[in-house]
């Protein structure tokens, strides 16, 4: 008994040293990082069944502000019948624009003019086979103390040939001309009546330094040759200028279609977006302000189309440029409408492949060459014109005259008669009738 007073006493003593602690405690708190009640979050019920409109001290956004539903943008362009389309393929565009466009003709004249000129530069060692033939009758007044008659009259009939050839290699030149006269006169000094007077001639002339190997003639057809070469050329680099830009105008038309279709697209579905944040902000899902968004985002959507419709009619307008004929053309009118697909196979190709086809395709690396080739052929004329001119030049002729006796034959001089002549007395007979 006496045991279990003192358990009890033990801890009555126990308990009262804890109370007193805690009054101690108590009497001089010390700093805490624990909150206190009073900056504690009471804690919220989530189901408290509140509507938006029965809320207090809500923001008003934008009270005076109204939706107003917009048609779909006009997609009309200025002088473009709509609904007068003109399907077109990449191929019938190359084709329209090679046939119309004024670059290509001039390059094709170029190309016949350099034709020319190489045929007339050729030409010019071509045989030449002249003739001349003239006729001509003058009476004039007698002036000669020879003569006795008052005047005098002469008729003359000239018949010419002549031919001349060339030897190209060697800047050889050879001639041959035949020349024919026949003279008829009524003059008393003249034996012959009528007189043929018929001459022959062979010339040729071969140069030595300048002008054997190398001369202007022959430089004017190399240039010619290369002339005909670089238009050829200029002609293929035009063409595919043409088709190039031909082509990466039609596609950009493809694209700006596409894209104006994509940006309807787009304007539907904002609109669609518009409708449903409507619906939202109605059952008090989403704030006004979200209308406001969605309207708006619409508007931009709007002005995107009307910049992808400008796109368009600068893409048809360039196209249109490079395959019409003229101002005139009734395709100014029409719609375009591209029926190629865009989906194309990439060249199976490799890189040096494409290297090797570059260099030999490329016009402007044989432009260069023929520019090169004639600064060489002028180099060489100059370099043979600083030669001395010596030409071997070696030339026959003969001459022949013929005709019959002038019946009007007097001579102006005295007979001279010859005693021992068998004609001696017929001469004398002849001196006294003179």
């Known amino acids: 008994m006496k045991q279990l007073i003192q358990k ?4 009555l003593i126990l308990i009262l040293l ?31 069944n509140v509507q938006p409109e029965n809320l207090q001290g809500v923001p008003v956004v934008a009270p005076n502000y109204e939706s107003r539903d917009r048609n779909f943008p006009e997609l009309g362009r200025v002088g473009v019948d709509m609904m007068q389309q003109k399907p077109l393929s990449l191929r019938e565009a190359i084709v329209l ?15 016949r ?15 030449r086979f002249s003739g001349n033939t003239q ?35 060697f800047g050889t030149v050879y001639a041959a001309e035949f020349n024919n006269t026949r003279v008829g006169t009524d003059n008393p000094i003249s034996i012959l009546s009528p007189q043929y007077n018929t001459g022959l001639t062979f010339s ?4 030595l330094l300048r002008g054997r190997r190398f001369d202007s ?39 700006t279609l596409r894209n104006l279709q994509v940006q309807r697209d787009a304007v539907r579905d904002a609109k669609d977006q518009l409708i449903h944040n409507r619906r939202l902000v109605e059952e008090g899902i989403l ?76 016009p402007e690396i044989q432009l260069n060459t023929v520019a090169a080739d004639i600064n060489e052929i002028d180099r060489r004329f100059y370099r043979e014109q600083a030669k001395p001119q010596v030409d071997l030049v070696a030339s026959y002729t003969t001459a022949g005259i013929g005709g019959s006796e002038n019946q009007n034959f007097r001579s102006p001089f005295g007979t001279v008669c010859e005693p021992n002549a068998a004609d001696y007395q017929s001469c004398l007979a002849r001196q006294g009738l003179q």
């Open 8 to 11: 009890f006493s033990y801890i």
């Open 18 to 48: 804890g109370f007193g602690t805690i009054l101690a405690q108590e009497a001089t708190p010390s700093p805490s990082l624990t909150p206190t009640p009073e900056n504690q979050a009471k804690p919220v019920d989530d189901a408290q």
């Open 97 to 111: 624009a090679l046939e119309n466009n004024k670059d290509i003709e001039v390059s094709r004249q170029n190309v």
């Open 113 to 127: 003019i350099a034709e020319f000129d190489l045929t007339a530069g050729e030409g010019f060692y071509e045989p």
């Open 135 to 169: 006729y001509e009758r003058a009476t004039i007044p007698n002036i000669s103390i020879f003569s006795t008659n008052k005047t005098t009259t002469n008729s003359s009939i000239v018949g010419n040939a002549r031919y001349q050839g060339f030897v190209k290699k």
């Open 204 to 207: 040729v002339t071969q140069p």
């Open 217 to 255: 003639q022959r430089r004017l057809i190399e240039i010619a040759k290369r002339n005909l070469s670089l238009t050829d050329t200029q002609f293929r680099q035009r063409s595919i200028e043409i088709i190039a830009g031909v082509q990466r105008a039609y596609w950009d038309l493809t694209y």
């Open 287 to 362: 704030a006004p302000v979200d209308i406001i968004a969605a309207d708006t985002q619409v508007a931009n959507f709007e002005q995107n189309v009307y910049a992808a419709l400008e796109d368009v009619n600068r893409a048809e307008n360039n196209l249109k440029n490079l395959i019409a004929q003229n101002r005139s053309d009734s395709i100014w009118s029409e719609s375009i409408v591209p029926t190629d697909p865009v989906e194309i196979d990439a060249p199976s190709t490799t890189l040096p492949e494409a290297l090797d086809l570059a260099l030999q395709n490329r």
